[in-house]
């Protein structure tokens, strides 16, 4: 005897529930996936972009001979930048430039001047404002911006805390509605396997962008906090005993890099042995420098030394990072194409061109079965009826702590059943 499995009662119950959730969370939350898509896939292309884009200023003729560090800062320091120095990023290749960073007025958050010093003969080929500890140049920069809050500062970041909060909701809904199918047409069956497919990189991509949003994101480090799963942070003698590198307001000036050689020589020896590294000067009289490891490719080398009079006085390993405090670093890492070098970048174009798929062909199926007039053709109201109530006690429980956790998806949910309430009282009136 040999029998057809088929949805269960309980199944088609929930269905409804789902369907009717997709639809609204599809139609009204779509533009802002498929923006977050297309400007995702775009950023992951900038490493290539920005090697051929600024190769004048990353890239000289091989030289046979390096000048030392403290040489090439003089190079920098002789174009009469208006900042302050700050650090130095060695070249990391033949044929690569030096980046000496300056502070300096009127650049905003996290962002430095980098003065580029052909290393081994010590012409300046140029200077950028770069951004954040990944060193993005101006493409990358205004790409970054682009896909996190439309060149909109802060309140443009409600776009992407949406799309981001509502994405693993819309997801995981349509897995529920693929497990749970009747026969479709052509392009729902479409539609639907291509959100099979792409839905571990859609719930990653979710997950990985609230890390970074407003208000989740908050919530996400306080959690993180209260677990001790916060990433460590290196003693910096003579600057409060924190991390003060990046931000810190350096007191260094002329002479005082002339040690940089030895420093440098100092980390090399105490095992920090990745290519890409940033060389931070002293934020006060009496403090230390920073050697830091840049390299967020796969194996992950961030480990950091505190080097005071020659000797190092702390440091930081990645090997001894809480377990949660790794997987944030690679979760990070992947969700902007690094960890990985080009498979990354590959996969997260395939992930990106997927969702904006999937937002072009549910749009055209609503647009196929729109009704003459009126918002859509949602599922009939009142599925939620259907759902046992203990079942639903617990959905609604469960959507209270999650709209909690992740502010943006709670309010925006009520918007939409105030909405729904509202055009079932409009055509009950009709």
């Not at 600024?54 to 190079?75: E, G, H, M, W």
């Not at 003579?238 to 260094?252: A, N």
């Not at 001894?320 to 997987?327: E, F, S, T």
């Not at 599925?383 to 046992?388: I, L, S």
Request: no cysteine; proline share 6%; charged share 15%.
């Amino acid at each position: 005897m040999t029998t057809t499995a088929t949805p269960s009662r309980t199944s088609f119950a929930w269905r409804g529930l789902f369907l009717r959730l997709h639809f609204y969370a599809g139609v009204l939350v779509g533009p802002l996936v498929l923006i977050a898509a297309l400007t995702g896939v775009l950023y992951a292309l900038t490493p290539q972009l920005e090697s051929w884009v600024y190769s004048d200023k990353l890239r000289v003729p091989v030289s046979s001979q390096q000048l030392p560090l403290s040489t090439q800062i003089d190079a920098a320091l002789g174009t009469s930048p208006q900042g302050s120095l700050v650090a130095v990023r060695p070249a990391t290749e033949p044929g690569a430039t030096t980046r000496v960073l300056f502070s300096e007025k009127g650049l905003g958050e996290s962002e430095r001047r980098a003065v580029f010093v052909d290393p081994g003969t010590g012409r300046v080929t140029g200077d950028l404002v770069v951004y954040g500890s990944s060193g993005s140049l101006p493409l990358r920069m205004t790409l970054s911006q682009l896909h996190r809050n439309l060149l909109l500062g802060e309140p443009g970041r409600l776009y992407s805390e949406l799309a981001a909060s509502w994405l693993w909701v819309v997801a995981l809904g349509g897995l529920v509605l693929w497990i749970t199918r009747p026969r479709k047409s052509k392009r729902a069956r479409t539609h639907g396997l291509i959100g099979v497919w792409v839905l571990g990189g859609a719930l990653f991509l979710s997950a990985t962008g609230l890390t970074w949003s407003a208000y989740a994101g908050e919530n996400v480090a306080s959690l993180r906090e209260t677990l001790g799963w916060t990433t460590p942070s290196l003693k910096m003698p003579g600057s409060g005993g924190g991390d003060h590198s990046e931000h810190g307001e350096h007191t260094s000036s002329g002479s005082g890099h002339r040690d940089i050689d030895t420093v440098l020589w100092a980390a090399r020896t105490s095992g920090i042995d990745a290519k890409p590294v940033e060389i931070s000067l002293p934020t006060s009289p009496d403090g230390a420098w920073k050697v830091a490891e840049v390299d967020r490719g796969w194996p992950t080398q961030v480990d950091a030394v505190a080097i005071q009079d020659g000797a190092v006085v702390s440091s930081v390993k990645f090997a001894d990072y809480p377990i949660a405090a790794k997987l944030s670093r690679w979760g990070i890492d992947a969700h902007m194409g690094v960890l990985f070098g080009w498979p990354n970048q590959l996969l997260l174009l395939l992930i990106g061109g997927g969702l904006v798929t999937l937002v072009v062909l549910g749009y055209r199926m609503w647009w196929k079965r729109r009704p003459t007039s009126g918002f859509g053709r949602p599922t009939p109201r009142g599925q939620w009826r259907k759902v046992p109530p203990a079942a639903l006690a617990g959905l609604g429980l469960g959507t209270l702590v999650v709209g909690w956790f992740v502010p943006l998806l709670g309010i925006s949910l009520v918007a939409f059943f105030v909405i729904d309430l509202l055009l079932g009282r409009r055509a009950k009136t009709a």
